[in-house]
């Protein structure tokens, strides 16, 4: 199987990343030739196997909803590109 | 003067301890070194002189006062550039992270400094810990002491070389398919990955999460033992790590070889296998039989389906994890957007490298809509099939032995233009991670260009006590540090 340049471009605007044509291009053979090695996996039949999510096999770990201390306002602002009154500030979000 | 430079960490922790050296003196060995070698190594990411020399000072006058100031004191570590340490910028050899400066400590951290270790510096490695050669990363190329013509591996590459060109006795790497052990192999260091679980991630930048740990190098397998009974144990600000109590490494070591069962994967000795390894692996062998161990081969079967498993689980995982990085809250962001979606899209295009962006690609892939049952959860179910396979090898062995690499240390930009072919150097390693058990590299002997060799000893999930007693009875047996040292550096 070859994926489309098409879907190479799809995939980038999921990813929120944006590439030149030709940068495209190499990507797409890249991605192409790890795809095929992947196919691989088809000879395994798995119909009937479980999948693992978790390798240790633990249980979610809960715990009290007790109030502890977190970071100021300001540190968490601290590596900020951009701030305002408090908040992260970015540009605008509709046009 | 006494030869400061070439002891192991717990030789060093006893002559401070024993205060025939001051834990200043000990820093300050550590620190000179950097400076004479790392300019032609380029091991670190940044250099902490004056607050380890100020940690140090802390150290000695706590013992002047009689008291303990805990069982690494005086020890100089370096950190992976990965890993949190508040008020120190942590780039992750990424561009994208620059000028990121954590407010907080990870959990190793915490405890390190808890337990008397002074920490020198943030060692490089390929950005996002995405790579096998250290030459992903934005910034420095790090070098192998051994040649400086040659990749230290990665993408713990520059905890590996530190600990190599004797800038420190100990580091902490990240492992998630091979970025402690394959660095540990081409540098001729110990390199221990961890039970997933076993060590807290809290404060730890995220790559893969179902398979991420962190783990320590050292000069000597008693150098990992003492460095993870500091940082093992369950966190509450880390979920996934085990509410297992941690053993006293350090006194397991004493159980020795023993009359171990050691399984030999043909798998892995299969073509492509480069024939001095084989033959240093099978070498080692031999002398753990010698030693009362016995040897006998078995089968992962499903060892060629490791790697394509590895690069669906691992690359979706890291798109999703480095979505985080939009240019908002931190890190890069990009000028003059019109947008807020076109200020994601530039910071995330200009912010990342190569290597990143072809595997969050990747990763959106395989997430996508339509190929989630036949990638990702694919994916999963084969990984249950190689779960099985150890769950069944461990039922007749206890430890399994193989090579921790393919090659041997390879040369700048030899793999850098296929990612296919750097993703195969991790064939022997990333197994492990996606089963989520401990594995261990010894260095076990030098090709004939030099160049040093590791044996990967692998074991049961929270086995890391044996595999540490197994791998310091064939250190001392094989006597590695005495026979072969990096001549690079000191030419």
Partial sequence: MSIPLETVRHIARLANLEFADEELEVFARQLNSILLYIEKLDELETQNVQPTSHVTEMRQAFREDLIAPSLEVSEALANAPESKDGHFAVPKVIG | MRDLLHLTG????????????????????????????????????????????????????????????????????AIKDVICLAGHPATCGSA????????????????????????????????????????????????????LARVPGGSSGG??????????????GSDTGGSIRQPAAFC???????????????????????LDQIGPFGKSVEDLARTLVVIAGHDPKDSTSARIPAPDYPAELQRGMGA?????????????????????????????EEMGASVEDI??????YAIPTYYILATAEASSNLARYDGARYGFRADAAEDLSEMYRRSRSIGFGKEVKRRIMLGTYVLSSGYYDAYYLKAQKVRTLL????????QRVDLIVTPTTPTVAFRFGEKTEDPLEMYLSDIFTATINLVGIPALSLPCGVSSEGLPIGLQIVGPPFGEGRLLSAAASLESNLNFRARYRPKDLDA
Avoid at chain 2, 188 to 208: D, E, H, M, Q
Avoid at chain 2, 387 to 394: G, H, L, W
């Fill in chain 2, 159 to 172: 905890s590996a070389a530190a600990v190599a060109g004797d800038m420190v006795p100990v580091s902490l």
């Fill in chain 2, 387 to 394: 779960r099985t396979d150890f769950v069944e090898a461990f």
């Fill in chain 2, 260 to 288: 171990l069962r050691i399984g030999i994967p043909r798998e892995y000795f299969a073509e492509g296998l480069d024939s001095e390894i084989r033959a240093a692996v099978r070498s080692a062998l031999n002398r753990m």
């Fill in chain 2, 299 to 304: 089968s992962l079967p499903h060892t060629d």
């Fill in chain 2, 96 to 147: 994208i992270l620059r000028n990121f400066v954590p407010s907080f400590d990870a959990t190793v951290i915490l405890r390190l400094r808890e337990a008397g270790a002074v920490l020198v510096g943030k060692t490089n490695m390929d950005e996002f810990a995405m790579g096998s050669s250290t030459e992903n990363s934005a910034y420095e190329k790090t070098r192998n002491p051994w040649n």
């Fill in chain 2, 10 to 77: 717990h030789e060093l922790l006893a002559l401070i301890r024993s205060r025939d050296i001051s834990a200043q003196e000990a820093v300050g060995v550590s620190l000179d070194r950097v400076e004479a070698v790392d300019s032609r190594v380029q091991a670190f990411r940044c250099v902490l002189r004056e607050e380890a020399l100020a940690q140090a000072r802390e150290i000695d006058s706590a013992f002047s006062r009689g008291e303990d100031p805990g069982p690494l004191a005086g020890l100089p570590v």
């Fill in chain 2, 188 to 210: 001729g260091v110990p390199g221990l990955k961890t039970t997933y679980g076993r060590v807290s991630r809290f404060g730890l930048v995220a790559f893969a999460s179902s």
